[in-house]
């Protein structure tokens, strides 16, 4: 299979770190679930360090950049903090998410149209930097113009709707969704942007959107995170891989 139809795969290990942080221990370690899903297949790993802490630890972030071998991707608020803590260790990528403290998981994306000045300024430094910065937005034409006028050079396509219409039973409602991401897909590839996808995606929900050419990456975390307590990360890994390069050939 040539690079260029290559289907990546991020594995998300924010949730290791939520069941750690449980009891407040050292166990399970996040770092040894990133290298177990890097050996497992994984192209790159995802981690959220929010503002509250209430997952990743900034130690896991310092951890990541010593112990993997494949690209980090760390996602992020745009704040002035995580500004700093992304210059400091310089990632492979940065994907600059939504986040409120009163959320479970991110909800929604990215409002980019509405701050379209203050974010170009934000990622500046981070381009500068040579980190490749990402956009976490919903599937929305105004929002994928505007991330490619603030110079990002990736967007991330979020999921979400199309997962929960599927979980919920609600299929016209998915086929919708997955008609949309299926459109912006092609108009942010047609902008020059490279398009990521993710946020719930699971077996089940994973093939039509791997199947969309213009999709690079994928960034998957809680399913396989919650999938490893019964089969293992390694299977886990290995079985959505399996779906990805299936729906992609």
Do not use: W
Not at 159 to 173: K, L, P
Request: charged residues 30%.
């Amino acid at each position: 299979m040539s690079d260029s139809h290559h289907l990546r795969l991020g594995v998300n290990i924010d949730h290791v770190a939520t069941v750690r942080n449980a009891r407040g221990g050292a166990y399970p370690d996040p770092l040894r679930a990133a290298k177990i899903a890097e050996e497992a297949g994984a192209d790159g790993i995802t981690a959220h360090l929010r503002e509250d802490r209430r997952h990743i630890s900034d130690a896991d972030i310092e951890g990541l950049m010593d112990v993997l071998d494949v690209p980090l991707n760390f996602e992020m608020a745009a704040t002035d903090e995580m500004q700093r803590i992304a210059l400091r260790h310089k990632p492979h990528a940065v994907c600059i998410v939504p986040e409120k403290r009163e959320e479970k998981t991110t909800e929604g994306g990215l409002e980019v149209a509405r701050e379209e000045n203050r974010l170009a300024h934000f990622i500046a430094p981070l381009r500068d930097a040579g980190c490749r910065v990402s956009i976490f937005i919903a599937a929305d034409q105004r929002q994928i113009e505007a991330a490619n006028r603030i110079g990002a050079e990736v967007i991330e396509l979020h999921t979400g709707a199309y997962c929960d219409a599927h979980a919920e039973g609600r299929f016209d409602d998915r086929d919708e969704e997955l008609a949309r991401l299926t459109e912006m897909a092609s108009i942010a590839h047609g902008l020059g942007l490279e398009v990521h996808a993710g946020h719930g995606l699971t077996y089940e929900t994973v093939s039509p959107v791997a199947a969309l050419p213009e999709v690079r990456e994928l960034n998957i975390g809680h399913f396989l995170i919650g999938e490893a307590i019964f089969l293992g990360l390694t299977p886990a890994v290995h079985e959505m891989r399996r779906l990805m390069d299936e729906a992609r050939a």
